[in-house]
C-alpha cells in the first residue's frame, strides 16, 4: 500500500517511568486556579510531579492547548516534552495535544505518553492522537526527520479489557484515516481512476476482519449500463472512468448503510476551465471517495454489525477533445436528463449516477460525501464541513461528527432554491443561482435518492490543509469524514 511513515499501533503499560528508557516523555500542562500545573498520570510520581512543577515554574512553560515544549527534568534522563491542555481537556483536546507532541518529537524513536487516563475513552483518545500526529508522507521525497516509529501509554488500566479495545480501535481507525491521506496526497499523475479501483481491489485483499468484496465497473460497462454522469464528465481524459462498489456484509446485520464518495481524481474544471493556481490542490478532489473505501475497510476490521456498502465514483475531469461542453444535455442514470451548463460542477453529475445506483440496493440510510462546491469554503471556512439532508440522519451525523472531533455544520435545503435548478430544454440543469451554491448542489443530489434516509457531506473545506500543522493535522490531506463515518456506523 501507500502507507508512507508513522505508528500503526500503541503499546500499553503500567510499568514505572524509571523503568522505561524511551526518546522522549509527554507530559500534559493543564490550567488550574489560573496557574500552569502538570497534568500527569500516577506513574510519574510525587517527586518527578514536583520537580515538573518546579521546572514550569521555573521556564514560565504555558498551558495553552497544543503549545509543545521539550526541556530536561531533574530525576528523568529522557527530555520531557510538556504540551499544553488548557483547563478541563476534553478527549478532541487530547488528540489534539497528543498529536501536537508525537510531530513535534519527529526524528525520535520511542515516545511514552504519561498523562492522564481515568476511562478507556481517554486512553483511546490519547493513542488515536498519537498515531494521527505521527503521519508522515514521503512519497516523492525524503524525511526531513523520520517520524517517531513507537508510542507507548503509561496507565494504570493497561490489563483492562476495555482500555486495551479502545487502543485497539484507535489503530483501526487512525490507519483508515492515515490510508486516506496516502490517496489524496499522491500526485494524479500516479492516482487516477483505473490506479484508485486497483488500489481499492488491493486494500479489500489485505484488509483483516469481515470480508470486503469489491466490483469494479469500466467505462464499457458504464456504458452499457447508462450511467450517463460519469462518463460525460470523463469525457476529456484519456484516464477513462470507474464506479467500485465495496460490501461488507456480516451474516448478523440488521442495518444497511450506504455511502457514496465523490472520487474526482483530478478536477482541471473541463471546458469550463478553472485558472491555473485554483487547479493546483485539485488531486484532492477525490477525498470523499478516500474516506468511503477506508470508511468501508474499517467497518470490516472493527467486525461491526451493519452492513455497508460503499460507492466510488471515480473519473478525471479534463478539457481533452472528447469533453463535454457546456449546453449539452445527458442522461443519467436513473433516466433524468441533466442540461450542463458548467463543466466545473462535475461532481454532482458522477454523485448522481452512484447515488441512484446505491438507492436500487434500498439501504436503511445513505450518505453521501464529497469535495463538492467552494461555496462550502466560502461560508464555513477551510476547517469546518457541512451537512445536509433529512433531519434526524443529518443529527445524527452531527452526533458521530462531536464525538470523533471532526467538525460539521448543519445546512438547510430550501425548496425555494430548487426552482434555480429547473431547465427549459430537460429535466434539470447542473448548476443553480450563484448565491447559495452549496444548498442548491445538495438539491441537485436530492434529485437522485428518491425516498431514502439521505444526508450529504460536502467536506470541500477540511479535507485538505493547506496551512501550517496543527494538532494531529498536517499540511496536505486530512483523511476527513473517515472517523465521523465509522461512528455513525457504530451507533447503529
Sequence with gaps: MFYAGGVNTVELSSKKITDLKPDALVLGVATVDGQAVPFAGPAVGRALDKACAQTIRALQIKAAPEVCQ????????????????????????????VGAAVRSLAGREHVVLALPTGSAEEVGALAEGALLGSY??????????????RVSILTPLASESDAKAAAERAGILATAVNRARDLVNMAPNDLFPETFAD??????????????????????????????????VGMGSARKPRLVKLEYAPRKADTHVA???????????GLSLKPAK?????????????????????????????????????????PGGGAQRPGDVITM????????????????????????????????ALLDVATLTGAAVVALGERTAAVLGEEQLRSDVLAAADAAGEALWPL??????????KSPIADLKNIGERMGGTLTAGLFLRHFVGNTRWAHLDIAGPAFHEGAPYGYTLKGATGFGVRTLVGLLENQ
Design 259 to 269: 455511502l457514496v464518495g465523490k472520487g474526482i481524481t483530478f478536477d482541471s474544471g
Design 70 to 97: 521539550t526541556v530536561l527534568v531533574e530525576g528523568l534522563e529522557s527530555p520531557v516534552t510538556f504540551v499544553g491542555v488548557g483547563e478541563d481537556p476534553d478527549p478532541e483536546t487530547l488528540r489534539r495535544a
Design 278 to 318: 485554483g487547479m493546483e490542490t485539485m488531486k484532492c478532489d477525490m477525498g470523499g471517495a478516500a474516506a468511503v473505501l477506508n470508511t468501508v475497510l474499517a467497518a470490516a476490521e472493527l467486525k461491526l454489525p451493519v452492513r455497508v456498502t460503499g460507492w466510488l465514483a471515480l473519473a478525471e475531469n479534463m
Design 333 to 364: 442514470y436513473d433516466g433524468t436528463t441533466v442540461e450542463v451548463l458548467n463543466t466545473d460542477a462535475e461532481g454532482r453529475l458522477v454523485m448522481a449516477d452512484a447515488l441512484a445506483r446505491a438507492v436500487e440496493d434500498q439501504p436503511d
Design 412 to 421: 438547510p435545503l430550501p425548496d425555494h432554491l430548487d426552482e434555480t435548478l
Design 199 to 232: 488500489f481499492a481491489e488491493q486494500a479489500a485483499k489485505a484488509g483483516k476482519g469481515g470480508k470486503v468484496k469489491v466490483s469494479v465497473l469500466d467505462e464499457q460497462a458504464l456504458a452499457d449500463g447508462g450511467y450517463g454522469g460519469i462518463l460525460a
Design 136 to 149: 508522515a508522507f514521503a512519497q516523492y521525497t525524503s524525511w526531513d526527520a523520520a517520524p517517531v516509529e
